[in-house]
């Protein structure tokens, strides 16, 4: 079913949902380079994992671009995926990228289980603010062993324009602020990808890889 737009919490939600989220997904269309730079990505973050997680959560999947590159990094994993824009869960589940596509809001997400990887990647920044602790609590408690933030850094609170657009984009320390509210996952790496890198073509994304105290 698709979530009523007026249903959100948070006009950012009904941003992601409706006609934007929509056109984003014409835009962000897989491409073998754009496969491959997500591997590259996923190989150098990832590198100090182990053992290879058996089970993997992505919030706020899209189109799958960077499930699919996991895939082939942990081809054994047991993949899934929560995305809050219908015409990206059907493309999701056309193209079999997770073995389970959850319609919704991240907010509203609740699995009923751990993963032994959770990731977010270039999503917390088009969230609320108000709604961070809540995320950085959703990530922690879905995992069981790793957490991967991937986003937009700059020391201190920032808004930015988003195609025109005002409260679309926020950059920040995501990683200290995830610190700060689940103090039982330790910062086991970190680094950035600067957008000129021809290997894996990101967006300037600074990474935190997190993983729960014994």
Not at 41 to 53: D, E, H, I, Q, W
Not at 106 to 134: E, Q, Y
Request: glycine content about 8%; hydrophobic content about 40%; charged content about 25%.
């Amino acid at each position: 079913m698709n979530p009523a737009i007026d249903a959100f919490r948070t006009p950012q939600e009904a941003f992601w949902a409706g006609d934007f989220g929509n056109d984003y997904i014409g835009r962000n269309e897989a491409d073998p380079a754009a496969l491959a730079g997500n591997l590259h990505f996923f190989t150098r973050a990832l590198g100090s994992v182990r053992p290879a997680p058996g089970s993997i959560c992505e919030l706020g999947a899209n189109i799958g671009l960077n499930l699919r590159a996991l895939k082939l990094l942990y081809p054994q994993a047991r993949q899934t995926c929560v995305e809050i824009n219908a015409r990206a869960v059907d493309r999701l589940r056309h193209d079999g990228v997770g073995d389970e596509v959850v319609h919704g809001s991240i907010l509203n997400f609740t699995p009923g289980r751990t993963f032994d990887l959770v990731l977010i990647k270039g999503v917390m920044i088009h969230l609320s603010p108000d709604m961070l602790p809540a995320v950085y609590r959703k990530l922690a408690d879905c995992s069981a062993r790793h957490v991967l933030i991937a986003e937009y850094y700059n020391r201190r609170p920032e808004e930015v324009l988003y195609h025109g657009h005002e409260g679309r984009l926020f950059r920040r320390d995501f990683g200290g602020g995830f610190m700060d509210v689940c103090p039982e996952f330790a910062l086991a790496d970190y680094g950035f990808s600067y957008h000129r890198d021809p290997r894996e073509q990101q967006d300037d994304l600074t990474w935190f890889l997190f993983e729960r105290r014994a």
